[in-house]
């Protein structure tokens, strides 16, 4: 069972899921821009059972205060450190999924006594956003935006995020979103994003989300294991083999996986797939619960 308390981050109040603690390290889940903690929903079947789980919606999404503008990806690490710090005791697994894959890095390079290991999925290289104009996302974060805090009913958000024309991720004519996207998966998305203040999504466009977080000398701090799981770029993975070969040079304990015919929500599209690389890397770090 998960429950939902409010936690002090960094000036703002955080809606912090959590687990009934079970054993093991606990895992802590940190989502992408303009989504929520219960995005890993179907990924937490397969780990819930075994450890504990706990995640909070990023300042300006779901049940969390907004942010009053700060919205860079040091906002969000500043916030994660605050929760570790002031909310949750011993060491913790960090699972982070874009925006959150950013945001672990970060949280592991300030504090790395608190970070036994870091899961980066589908993590947004610095050369796929300083060209993210280039791409289909620009347009889609654009959409985003537009429709961020609507007060339109879910279903209606829906099915005009279903009409409207995008590029796909990795380029081209733009298609009607409601073609290449499930219309449960965009029920989804408008409820998240009637959750989410539109000025999330700013810094992302304007090129300037990751100030003042240095890429190579945040790869430098980080000293724990990391499980590295890298989108297939032709379905919109945002990690080029460049930043990943970059990624496993600067921290050297990495365990990289292709995921092959996956775009970028792997938790959501292959979360069998996600827990067959997960699960052992997670028993490989020791002190698991018996089952």
């Known amino acids: 069972m998960v429950r939902t308390r409010m936690v002090a981050a960094e000036g703002v109040q ?30 937490l079947p397969h780990v819930a059972c075994r450890w504990p789980v706990l995640g909070p919606d990023h300042r300006g999404h779901g049940a969390s205060e907004r942010g009053g503008g ?23 697994v960090i699972h982070g999924h874009s925006l959150g894959a950013l945001g672990a890095l970060g949280t592991a390079a300030l504090l790395p006594r608190r970070v036994a290991a870091l899961i980066l ?17 620009g347009p889609l974060f654009e959409l985003f935006q537009h429709h961020a805090g609507s007060p339109l009913p879910v279903p209606v958000l829906a099915r005009r995020l279903a009409e409207a024309r995008v590029p796909p991720p990795a380029g081209g004519a733009p298609r009607r979103l409601g073609d290449v996207r ?28 990751r100030a003042g977080q240095p890429w190579r000398e945040t790869l430098a701090a980080i000293r724990c294991p990391v499980l590295l799981l890298r989108a297939d770029p032709a379905l919109g993975g945002m990690l080029p083999a460049d930043d990943a070969d970059e990624i496993e040079r600067a921290i050297g304990d990495v365990t990289r996986v292709e995921c092959r015919g996956v775009g970028h929500a792997i938790h959501g599209q292959a979360p069998e797939l996600l827990a067959r690389f997960l699960v052992p890397f997670l028993d490989a770090l020791g002190d698991f619960a018996e089952t």
């Open 182 to 209: 499930d219309a449960a998966s965009l029920r989804f998305t408008a409820r998240c994003l009637i959750d989410t203040d539109p000025a999330v999504f700013t810094p992302l466009l304007d090129g300037t989300w």
């Open 14 to 43: 955080l809606a912090l899921a959590e687990s009934s603690a079970i054993g093991g390290l606990p895992i802590l889940f940190l989502h992408g821009v303009g989504r929520r903690f219960v995005s890993f929903g179907p990924l």
């Open 70 to 92: 700060k919205y860079h990806v040091v906002d969000y690490v500043a916030d994660t450190c605050a929760v570790l710090t002031g909310a949750v005791a011993g060491e913790v």
């Open 121 to 137: 999925e589908a993590p947004p290289g610095p050369r796929f956003l300083s060209g993210l104009h280039h791409t289909g996302y």
